[in-house]
């Protein structure tokens, strides 16, 4: 079963080696990759590919919605890690335009466990609605959802202890709130990076 995909990774081991043949040796000697990414589990924002980046580069958490909810021990876990372990020098938050999560948690449906899971893009909508229901309904409404939600989670990012510990030891340590658009492959920047406790505001 699946002979195509371990061909293909067959394939792609042997390229790399062409390339370098060092790689795979540089690999198992250390993991220091410069950024933590906390993405959207969706298939077709794949977290290295985009930024062009290599295995080893980058780490890489990813959840329906892209959320990082204080209560969520997995992704705490990977972030204590990435940053008292590895000491990762930028946290990228990256949502998507189109994002199925984002649709799914307003849209009126009930789909089971996965409801809760969404419930932090609900609350995102309550504290936006003003602005959200000015916004024509269908895509461009979500489209802003995504990014307010992608906001959110910065702030959480920036509020949660690892984070703010590592500050105040002098760690250098940068959260970014980034929206990519599968439409055109692009990353636009939302300006809401967080830099030090000192610029932190839970507004």
């Given amino acids: 079963m ?3 995909l371990k061909e293909r990774n067959r394939r792609w081991a042997a390229r ?11 690999l198992v000697g250390q993991q220091t990759p410069q950024y933590l990414w906390i993405g959207c589990a969706d298939s077709r924002v794949p977290a290295s ?13 990813r959840n329906v919605g892209n959320l990082a909810p204080p209560q969520d021990a997995n992704y705490l876990s990977v972030l204590q890690f990435a940053v008292d372990v590895l000491k990762v020098k930028h946290i990228l938050v990256v949502g998507h335009y189109g994002c199925g999560g ?3 948690a307003v849209d009126g449906q009930r789909r089971g466990l996965v409801d809760h899971w969404l419930h932090p893009i609900r609350e995102v909508y309550e504290q936006h ?11 461009p409404r979500l489209d802003r959802l995504c990014e307010l939600n992608v906001m959110r989670q910065v702030r959480n990012v920036a509020s949660d202890v690892f984070v703010q510990d590592a500050w105040a030891r002098g760690q250098e ?16 920047d939302l300006g ?4 030090g406790a000192a610029r932190y505001s839970s507004k």
Avoid at 16 to 26: E, I, L, T, W, Y
Avoid at 129 to 139: F, K, M, P, T, V
Avoid at 173 to 188: E, P
């Fill in 2 to 4: 699946l002979d195509d």
């Fill in 16 to 26: 790399k080696v062409a390339q370098d043949p060092g790689f795979f040796q540089r």
């Fill in 49 to 61: 590919e985009i930024v062009d980046l290599d295995p080893g580069e980058v780490f890489v958490h």
């Fill in 102 to 104: 984002v649709g799914a």
């Fill in 129 to 139: 609605r003003d602005e959200l229901e000015a916004i024509e309904a269908g895509r």
């Fill in 173 to 188: 340590l940068h959260v970014h709130g980034w929206v990519y658009s599968i439409a055109n492959g692009l990353v636009s």
């Fill in 192 to 195: 809401v990076t967080r830099t």
